[in-house]
Structure formats: structure tokens, C-alpha cells
């Protein structure tokens, strides 16, 4: 069992949203810091991976919103690092839907399908219209509707993204990873070399399980039995974390702040790579998504080839979603492959070759993910968003899904990373100003020759007692303080 100095503030967890916390701090002269991380290195959900003979992207594969008129901060930082990416053109998708007969439908066909799907959606988000919503029926509309809903479509509903950011989405393909734009942001205030993070600062393969907290400060314990204390949490792990019991909380989290992270939805989306000996899918202009209309919504429908990425690489990804990814998480890579095979030999006949190898991320029965990312349900309001992501008592909120506008994305967890850092650089330049000016008011107490002990002291007991509970009682800590 270790335990170790109390340092200022520890984050928990070191994706892109607890590294930008950090890195607030640190910047603004709070270096005395903590961050524990679960896994056995940084990066949470942006994770490369070999597979092969090229990098593949298990999570965030793509930096969506570039090109509008405000320039998307986590662009910004790849063009800054030199990342690869390149441009993603799903506009022709739907004219590459293929039916299980391996034909592709004619191209009216697909537009009207899908105008008759977009058309549907809207009057679903429409309050007044809910009923006049259609439901899909056949496979060409099921496929069309699992890709309005189960990817990001800006047709349907504005989101804030591509509205704020633009319309573009690059796909990274560097073989230092998506993961790389977080090495760059920490190499300015870790130690580092080779690019490796020798910062005993950062602690690895360091699960948290339990947060006490009280009026002082907080204590953090990890699996391993360590103990650290500090005088504030930065909180940075997954809505799917936080709805699991893997970390558990003294006092218990009040009830609006357990209702807001129960009401959140996690979406579970996971691209299946499929390694091959040759290509045997058209590879030219338009052609890099298709589309596989099955009568099971979600079967295996969107695949995209990995030609633009990395040229001869033979490679096919395919992803699913929620109940699909769910079900096949939970069978072998071998029953995998042979669903896949099938839905392939479909679309492109008997004699194609046998995939050389599969790769089945699994997010969802990860620990410490428990899902892709959160998917705010329909009927969420500001509150709700709120609610996730105000601290209690000395424990900061932060990670994608606390970021209102783009929550699901790298540029949420990032942006939501520097919001929480600067409140809490507040929230700690208050406590001090407090500090001085309470010592400045005791100063001359201390000077009144009565018996020391009982003056200061209860002075000094009442005092820190009205201050917390003025400071807090909105916010859940009056079980802390009370
Ligand atoms: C398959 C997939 C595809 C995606 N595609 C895209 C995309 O194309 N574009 C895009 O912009 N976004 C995409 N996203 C979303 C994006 O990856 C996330 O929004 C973002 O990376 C979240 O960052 P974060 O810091 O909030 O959380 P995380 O990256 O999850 O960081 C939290 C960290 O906390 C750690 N942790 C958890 N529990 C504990 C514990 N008890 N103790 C210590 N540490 C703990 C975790 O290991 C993790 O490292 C995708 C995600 C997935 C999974």
C-alpha cells in the first residue's frame, strides 16, 4: 500500500479531455498534479492499433466538422503535427446500396428511399409530428435509416459540429496514430523523450475504485490498494464508467447528479477490420463507402474499403452498432468472420477470397469504457447536460459527454477538457483569496491577548463551516459538510 504526498489536483483518466485538463493546470502553475489512468498508456479512445500491415484506428478514426467558418480546434492540432488524414466523400453511399442478390439499386430507387427516410426523421424530432413518422420496412429503407440514425447526418438534425465547424470529415491514416495529437499536447508539460511519457506524474495501469471526499479534500483508491490525496479530482472517465459501479463514491453522489449520468445514452459503434489477400471491391472515384440492405436493420450495412487510406493495404472495414455490436462483441472473431464472409459473398459473389485475418474491437465490455460514446436521448435538456457536468463538492466533471454542443466527439472530450481545467483554476483562485482574506481578518484577532485556542479556534471552525456550505450547497456537498 502506498501512499504519497497530497498533491493539488488528480485527473482520473488520460484520454483527450483529462490530458487538456492537465495541461490547463500545469500552464497556469498548478504542476503539482496526479493523473491516473487505467489503462497501460494514454489516449483513451483515440487507439491505434496494428493490423495488417498498417495502423488502424479502433475508436475516433475521423476529425469531423472542418472547413466552416471557425476552425475546429482538434484540425488545428493536426495540422500542427503533420497528421495524415485524408477526405471522406460519403455523398455517393447511397448510390452504392447493394441488395442480397449482389445488385446495386438504380439510383432513383435510393433517392427516393432515402427522401422518404429523411423526410421520416424529421417528423420524428418534430413534436407536433411524431405520428406522421414512417416506419422502415424494407431493406433498402432499413439500411437508409440505419445510416441516418446510427451515424451523424446533418440532413436530419443541425448539429453543432458541422454547423459550427463545417461540413468535412478527414479520416486519419498515420501510422502514429490519432492517438499522436495527444502526445504533442502533453509533451509541454510532461517530461518526455523519444516520445515516450516518463513523468511520474502520469501513473498507468492505475485503476481507480474508490473517491472519498470531505470538506479538506479528496482521497483516491486505486484497485492496488494506493492511496492519494489531493485537494481536488478532475473526473475525466466515460459515461458508460460512471453509470458501472467500478468506482465507488463517499459520500454517495447526490441524486441529480446520478439521475443526469443514468439518463444519458451511450451508443456502442464498432468498425470490424477484415484483412485480404487481394481487393476484389471497385475501387474507383465515389466508390470508397457501399452500403449492404439486409432485412435485419443494422446487419452489417456500412462498409467503406481502406484504398484511400493506405493503398494496397486489402483491407475493409464495416461497422455496426448498439445491439449489433453488443451481439457480435459477445461471440468469437471466427463467427465474425463467417457472417461477414457471407454478407461479402452476397454483394460480391461465391469466388471471392477468404478473409486473411479479422480484427473485433470491443468496446463495450471494456471496463473502463462500458460503450463508444454518449448519445444524448432525445428528450434531454440543458439541465440534464448541466447536471453531468457540475462538480460536487471537490470532484470535477469532465469528458465528451459533457461537452453540450459536441458531446461523441474528439473536439467534445478536448474542449470539454480546457472548460473544466479553467473552472476549476477558478474555483481554486476563489478558495485563496478566501484564504488571504480570512488571515488577513484573523491576523488581528490573533493579536487580542484572550485565551488563544478558544478564540481562533472557534472562529476558524465556524467560519470554514458557513464557507462550505455557501460554496456547495447547491451542488450536493451538504452531505460532506453538514
Ligand atoms: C469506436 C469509436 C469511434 C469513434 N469515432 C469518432 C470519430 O470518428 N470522430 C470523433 O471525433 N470522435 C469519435 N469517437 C469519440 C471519441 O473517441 C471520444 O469522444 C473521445 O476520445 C473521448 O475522450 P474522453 O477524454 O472524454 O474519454 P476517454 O478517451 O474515454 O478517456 C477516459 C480515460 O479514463 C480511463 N479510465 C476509465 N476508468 C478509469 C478508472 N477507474 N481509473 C483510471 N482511469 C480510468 C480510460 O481508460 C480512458 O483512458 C469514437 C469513439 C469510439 C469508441
Known amino acids: 500500500m502506498e501512499s504519497r504526498n497530497r498533491c493539488s489536483v488528480i485527473i482520473i483518466g488520460a484520454g483527450i479531455s483529462g490530458i487538456a485538463a492537465a495541461r490547463v493546470l500545469a500552464k497556469n502553475g498548478v504542476e503539482d498534479i496526479l493523473i491516473l489512468e487505467a489503462s497501460e498508456c494514454i489516449g483513451g479512445r483515440m487507439k491505434k492499433h496494428s493490423f495488417g500491415g498498417v495502423v488502424v484506428e479502433l475508436g475516433a478514426g475521423w476529425i469531423a466538422g472542418v472547413g466552416g467558418e471557425k476552425p475546429n480546434p482538434v484540425w ?26 449482389g445488385n446495386i439499386y438504380p439510383s432513383g430507387v435510393a433517392s427516393d428511399a432515402y427522401k422518404k427516410g429523411v423526410d421520416s426523421a424529421i417528423r420524428k424530432l418534430r413534436e407536433d409530428e411524431p405520428h406522421n413518422a414512417t416506419t422502415p420496412e424494407t431493406p433498402i429503407e432499413k439500411a437508409i435509416d440505419f445510416i441516418l440514425h446510427d451515424f451523424e447526418m446533418a440532413e436530419v438534425e443541425p448539429i453543432s459540429t458541422y454547423v459550427d465547424f463545417g461540413e468535412s470529415e478527414f479520416l486519419v491514416a498515420d501510422e502514429r496514430g490519432y492517438e499522436y495529437l495527444l502526445y ?56 458508460g464508467v460512471l453509470q458501472s459501479q467500478l468506482i465507488s463514491f463517499n459520500p454517495r453522489l447526490p441524486r441529480w447528479k446520478i439521475e443526469a449520468i443514468e439518463k444519458c445514452d451511450i451508443m456502442v459503434y464498432t468498425k470490424i477490420f477484415l484483412k485480404f489477400p487481394y481487393k476484389f471491391w471497385p475501387c474507383g472515384p465515389g466508390k470508397e463507402f457501399f452500403i449492404y440492405a439486409h432485412e435485419q436493420r ?25 445491439e449489433e455490436s453488443k451481439r457480435v462483441e459477445s461471440q468469437s472473431d471466427q463467427e465474425t468472420m463467417k457472417e461477414a464472409m457471407g454478407v ?37 435538456d440543458s439541465q440534464m447536460v448541466e447536471n453531468m457536468k457540475a462538480p460536487v463538492g471537490r470532484i470535477f466533471f469532465t469528458g465528451e459527454h459533457t461537452s453540450e454542443k459536441f458531446n461523441g466527439y474528439v473536439h467534445g472530450g478536448y474542449l470539454a477538457g480546457l472548460d473544466t481545467g479553467e473552472s476549476l483554476l477558478e474555483k481554486m483562485k476563489a478558495e485563496k483569496d478566501r484564504e488571504t482574506k480570512n488571515k488577513t481578518i484573523l491576523q488581528p484577532l490573533l493579536a487580542i491577548p484572550l485565551p488563544k485556542t478558544e478564540v481562533v479556534g472557534s472562529l476558524q471552525k465556524c467560519d470554514m463551516h458557513r464557507r462550505h456550505f455557501h460554496d456547495d450547497c447547491n451542488r450536493g456537498l451538504t452531505e460532506v459538510t453538514l
Open 76 to 101: 488545428n492540432l493536426a495540422v500542427e503535427s503533420g497528421l495524415r488524414t485524408c477526405y471522406s466523400d460519403y455523398s455517393n453511399a447511397r448510390f452504392n446500396i447493394y441488395d442480397r442478390s
Open 184 to 239: 504533442k499536447v502533453t509533451e509541454d508539460f510532461l517530461l518526455m523523450s523519444d516520445g515516450k511519457i516518463l513523468d511520474d506524474r502520469l501513473k498507468l495501469n492505475t485503476v481507480v475504485r474508490g473517491i472519498n471526499q470531505s470538506t479538506d479534500g479528496v482521497t483516491v483508491t486505486t484497485e492496488g490498494g494506493c492511496v492519494y490525496e489531493a485537494n481536488y479530482v478532475i473526473l475525466s472517465v466515460s459515461i
Open 298 to 322: 443494422g446487419y452489417y450495412t456500412f462498409w467503406q474499403h481502406m484504398e484511400n487510406a493506405y493503398p494496397g493495404s486489402n483491407m475493409l472495414v464495416v461497422t455496426l452498432t448498439n
Open 344 to 380: 461479402l459473398r452476397d454483394i460480391f459473389g461465391p469466388d471471392i477470397p477468404e478473409a486473411l485475418d479479422i480484427l473485433v474491437p470491443r468496446w463495450y465490455n471494456n471496463p473502463y469504457q462500458r460503450g463508444s460514446y454518449s448519445n444524448y436521448p432525445i428528450y434531454a
